[in-house]
């Protein structure tokens, strides 16, 4: 398959912020720079940290009753390779105690390694989805292939498409799987999206050579739609294939 950009960036994206109770003593609390949102989303399976189960909400609590933002705290500690620094820990002292600071800072490393965990494990079923549609198309990793396509959805899709993607994506389970299927089914279905086949000449046998002169991207593209009126369709049309190969062959040659 034939991309321009090959990479795409990662990003972080954290849970909202609940209100610091009031009242609380005044404690210095980790200072995080925000971050400018992209211009255009962009489809990526991405770490989903937040406190979720009954103890990570009392951690949340106990964390805001020392006067701190959980979701910054959260932050600080996943930068920080998944240790509370010694902010967290003075704040949680000077208000629950050294004893249950400890604690709740040894909480906070859990509850990072059982997200970084669970998102490495979502990534994963991503990916395998990904390899899967494209097994016998290319020979790279489900992850290479995610971010061609994530990198050709940003700009080729609109941006409330790709924001509903993300959301799936974000959700897990079932809509997450939806999500990639439907941003498949869209590149398979556009121009851009060109599968290797072998032409077989009429008794069948295979051409590795291939027939017809150059095509340009635009030639290609008009072709296939011809043959798509037509009634052919990708996977199964002998003749989309070879224009395919065709369009193959020039664009090693050079030509756009």
């Known amino acids: 398959m034939w991309m321009q950009n090959k990479f795409i960036k990662r990003e972080e994206e954290q849970g909202g912020q609940p209100p610091t109770v009031v009242g609380a003593p005044p404690v210095v609390a980790p200072v995080v720079a925000p971050v400018a949102p992209e211009a255009v989303p962009v489809v990526a399976p ?28 959260l932050k600080a500690v996943q930068g920080n390779e998944g240790k509370a620094t010694p902010e967290i820990y003075a704040a949680l002292s000077a208000k629950h105690g050294e004893g249950m600071a400890a604690l709740l800072t040894g909480q906070m490393t859990q509850l990072h390694e059982t997200n970084v965990t669970a998102s490495t494990a979502a990534d994963k079923e991503i990916f395998s989805q990904v390899e899967k549609a494209f097994e016998g198309i290319t020979k790279q990793t489900g992850e290479q292939t995610f971010k061609e396509l994530a990198t050709w959805a940003k700009t080729n899709l609109d941006e409330t498409k790709v924001s509903e993607m993300n959301a799936l994506i974000k959700q897990g ?20 999206f060109v599968q290797p086949a072998q032409l077989m000449e009429g008794d069948n046998t295979p051409n590795t050579d291939g027939k017809g002169g150059d095509l340009t991207r635009h030639e290609h593209n008009e072709e296939v739609r011809k043959l798509i009126n037509k009634g052919h369709q990708h996977g199964t049309s002998r003749e989309i294939a070879a224009l395919g190969r065709r369009r193959t062959k020039s664009m090693s040659r050079g030509i756009n």
């Open 46 to 73: 991405v770490p989903v940290v937040t406190y979720k189960s009954s103890a990570a909400q009392q951690l949340a609590e106990m964390v805001t009753a020392a006067g701190m933002n959980p979701s910054e705290v």
């Open 173 to 192: 389970g079932m809509g997450a799987k939806l999500a990639i299927q439907e941003l498949t089914n869209a590149f398979t279905q556009s121009g851009d």
